[in-house]
Structures are given as structure tokens and as C-alpha cells.
């Protein structure tokens, strides 16, 4: 039977990134749905290699999953509705998403879920901006980022946990129940970036149309006004509305 996430959770206090710990765990005999968090990290990261910036006051934690598919994209959405839905119940505050891995309110990001895979594992990690200082962020970074208390949230970092940690089980529980199509139903009626118009970089690509919808692979259909309609696994999506107001 699965171990539910979160039964075996480990806390550091300042740690390199809480992924590379899980990996190491995960290499050492770790149980699926090992959490580890940590207070601060020092060398976070996203996507491609970016930096995340992780002070104290934010939500770092990794948790380790034994999917079916490791590399399924549809695996980053689940955990993202879980997350979403667990820091809307600990603050009360609309955090909303944007494909593929950004949480979001008032539109700036408060939060972002890096999937690294490593068959037959998924290490799985989850950044929150619960209570971050805007100066502990990079000055780049600051404009665009956002956090949970900054956006009226009652935010306490443990209860956050908490609350994430029970709805991405929840989500993960649905997934391998075969439920994912109701998941990732959730996932649509979260996201603000489905209908309007946006840019994908992905790769070397630029594609500029009319975000339609995430299909049942998790991939994003991009209509350009030619009619055509773009299918995409991966990239960074601008809203188009956002960045002229920016
Ligand atoms: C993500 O990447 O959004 C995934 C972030 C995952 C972080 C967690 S924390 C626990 C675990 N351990 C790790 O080492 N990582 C995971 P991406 O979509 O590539 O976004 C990265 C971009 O977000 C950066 O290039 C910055 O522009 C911006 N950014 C960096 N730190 C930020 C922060 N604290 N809040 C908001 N935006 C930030």
C-alpha cells in the first residue's frame, strides 16, 4: 500500500535544495511520500537551472513519489491543484495558477513546482512564498513575485505545510486512483491562463495566440490567429494583457 505523503517528514533547518536531499534519500532506501522541508535553502532552484530564492519565512519542501510514469507532465499539474487548494485553506487568500508550474495571486508569483525525474522515482519540489521579505528576494525577481501575506493571506508557515501536505496527498491519491481527468479538471478551473492571449517560449520557439486549454496530457493547446493550434509539453507563458501592464 502507498505511504501516505508526509508520513515520514524530515526538517532541516538551511539546506542546498531539499530536491537533492530527497534524491540522496531516495538512493538510500527512502519511503514514497517522504517530505523533506527545510527553513532556508541556499542554492534552490527551478526549471533550467534558474535560481529559486528561498529565505526564511517561505515554504521549501520536496516529497518523493513512486509513480507509474515518472516523467508523466501531467504529474506537476496534480501537485500544483494540491498546492494551490492547501495554501487557499491555510490563508484564504485565491492563489490561482498558470501553466505549467506557477501559483500565483494578483498576479505575481508566490510559488512554483520543479518535477525532477529519476525512475522510478519523481522527486517533487514545491516552493511557496508564504511570508518572504521582498528584500531577502533578488532585486529582478522582486517586481514580479509576490507572497501569500503580501496578498492578504493569514499566513503561518507551519500551518501552509500542513495544509499542502494533506492536499497533495489528496491529489496524488486521486491520480493513481486513475482520477487524473478530475484533477486536472480542478487544474483548469484554477488557472488564469486558459482563454486569454499569451507568448510560450519553449526552447528556441516563440508562440504567440490564444491559450484554449490543457488537454488530458497535460500539454497546452496555444491557437495563433491563423487558426493552427500548438500542443506544448513545456515553456514559460506570458499573459499578454500582463506584460502591457507591466
Ligand atoms: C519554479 O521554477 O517555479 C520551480 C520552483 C521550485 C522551488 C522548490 S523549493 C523546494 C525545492 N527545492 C529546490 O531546489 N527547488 C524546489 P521556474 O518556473 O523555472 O521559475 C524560476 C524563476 O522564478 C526564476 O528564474 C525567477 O525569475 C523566479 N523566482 C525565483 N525565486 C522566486 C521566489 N522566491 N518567488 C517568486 N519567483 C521567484
Redesign the pocket.
Known amino acids: 500500500m502507498r505511504a501516505r505523503v508526509g508520513a515520514t517528514l524530515l526538517r532541516v533547518d538551511r539546506i ?5 536531499l530527497l534524491r540522496a534519500l531516495s538512493a538510500g532506501g527512502a519511503l514514497e511520500g517522504t517530505v523533506v522541508v ?1 527553513r532556508e ?1 541556499t ?6 537551472g ?6 526564511p519565512g ?1 515554504l ?3 516529497v518523493l513519489l513512486r509513480p507509474d510514469d515518472p516523467t508523466d507532465p501531467r504529474l506537476g499539474l496534480v501537485v500544483a491543484v494540491g498546492v494551490a487548494e492547501g495554501a487557499r485553506r491555510a490563508s484564504g487568500v485565491s492563489v490561482v495558477l498558470k501553466w ?3 501559483l500565483m495571486l494578483n498576479g ?7 518535477v525532477e525525474s529519476l525512475p522510478p522515482w519523481a522527486v517533487v ?3 511557496l ?1 508564504v511570508d ?1 521579505d521582498p528584500a531577502r ?2 532585486a ?2 522582486r517586481p ?4 501569500l501575506a503580501a496578498g492578504g493571506g493569514r499566513a503561518a508557515v507551519e500551518r501552509t505545510l500542513a495544509a499542502v501536505v494533506q492536499h497533495v496527498d489528496e491529489v496524488y491519491a486521486a491520480y493513481r486512483c486513475g482520477a487524473a481527468g478530475a484533477v486536472l479538471s480542478r487544474w483548469r478551473d484554477l488557472c488564469v491562463t486558459l482563454g486569454r492571449p499569451v507568448v510560450v517560449r519553449a526552447g528556441a520557439r516563440t508562440i504567440e495566440g490564444v491559450a484554449e486549454t490543457v488537454d488530458a496530457q497535460g500539454a497546452l493547446l496555444v491557437r495563433r490567429s491563423d487558426g493552427s493550434v500548438t500542443r506544448l509539453l513545456g515553456g ?1 507563458v506570458t499573459v499578454l494583457s500582463e506584460q502591457r501592464g507591466r
Open positions: 542546498g535544495s531539499t530536491n537533492d527545510a535553502q542554492a534552490g532552484r527551478g526549471r533550467l534558474r535560481v529559486w530564492a528561498s529565505p517561505g521549501w519542501l520536496s505549467p508550474n506557477d505575481r508569483k508566490v510559488g512554483g513546482i520543479l519540489g514545491i516552493g512564498n518572504v528576494l533578488p529582478r525577481v514580479y513575485a509576490g507572497s514559460d
